[in-house]
């Protein structure tokens, strides 16, 4: 808590994958992005009251696990989504317990408690997965921890950020309306073949690392189009991908996410940019962008 013994706030970006779903579960390369809104976690001193968290999910399992300390104060969970699914409701929320731990055992009253990632994931698929299907891969909790553009690979135990490093290039996420249950659809997920995902996968990242935009469209391009060959594309998303290839400058696209059910991204040409937005924002929801790119963890 603070020296004074007040309320802690806590807060972390949405997160949105730009590719690496699946490929994520065994280990492999991820990139995704966090952006506005924040979610936030407020913590008092109290006798263990939470609002916000269920019971049953990983952040919820989380504060069970751990009485002596969540038994003497009190949370409240905030979601700027209002529970529209994809942006990393469930991972932001227990990032922020686990933070709030590491806070109260350090006494880190200027907010630096340190958070390793490994043991960090770790603690979060004992608490998230049930042995059933593929485990979650937690690189999304990574995104919300570090903030802006991150690329990661757990296998590697890496972790990079990046600005974003097109001119010419616009990226933009845009909300579906639908919504799948993540942990229920790992769980049920069978085989995949990772090999293309790497490939392109790999490929983005360098592409990013050498301002490379040719060659991050066409790995884009690439992923996209190996996710619908292995059908793991919502019939839903798959109709609005079609949209998005009709509207100005769009260059690639793809579901985001688990089958790209809860969210969509563009990748577009500057130029077109704001011919993109309006056509959006118009037919759908505002877009989230560039502009919107947002810092990682913050404790105060």
């Not at 972390?12 to 779903?21: A, H, R, W």
């Not at 979060?124 to 059933?132: I, S």
Request: include cysteine.
């Amino acid at each position: 808590m603070t020296e004074a013994g007040g309320a802690l706030r806590l807060s972390v970006p949405s997160k949105s994958f730009f590719l690496g779903e699946y490929l994520a579960l065994t280990g492999g390369q991820t990139l995704l992005a966090a952006t506005l809104p924040r979610f936030e976690l407020r913590v008092r001193e109290g006798s263990g009251a939470v609002r916000g968290v269920a019971p049953a999910s990983p952040a919820g399992r989380f504060i069970t696990a751990h009485p002596e300390v969540f038994a003497t104060i009190n949370i409240e969970f905030f979601d700027p989504h209002a529970g529209a699914g994809g942006w990393g409701a469930s991972a932001a929320q227990f990032l922020m317990c686990y933070a709030v731990l590491a806070h109260i055992r350090e006494n880190a009253a200027d907010g630096a408690a340190r958070i390793d990632i490994e043991p960090m994931l770790a603690t979060f698929v004992d608490v998230a997965w049930d042995g059933r299907g593929f485990p979650p891969s937690g690189a999304d909790i990574v995104a919300q921890l570090e903030g802006g553009l991150v690329e990661f690979s757990k296998a590697e135990g890496t972790s990079r950020k990046h600005a974003w490093p097109f001119d010419d290039l616009e990226f933009y996420f845009v909300p579906t309306g639908n919504k799948v249950v993540t942990h229920e659809h790992l769980r049920a997920l069978g085989r995949i073949d990772v090999a293309v995902f790497s490939t392109h996968a790999n490929s983005a990242c360098e592409a990013l690392r050498n301002r490379d935009p040719a060659r991050f469209v066409e790995a884009m391009r690439g992923y996209a189009d190996e996710l619908e060959r292995q059908s793991l594309v919502h019939p839903d998303t798959l109709a609005l991908l079609q949209r998005l290839d009709a509207l100005p400058g769009v260059l690639a696209r793809k579901g985001c996410g688990a089958l790209g059910a809860d969210v969509a991204l563009a990748i577009v040409r500057a130029d077109s940019a704001q011919a993109f937005v309006s056509a959006i924002e118009r037919e759908m929801a505002a877009p989230v962008g560039r502009a919107q790119l947002s810092e990682g963890l913050t404790i105060g």
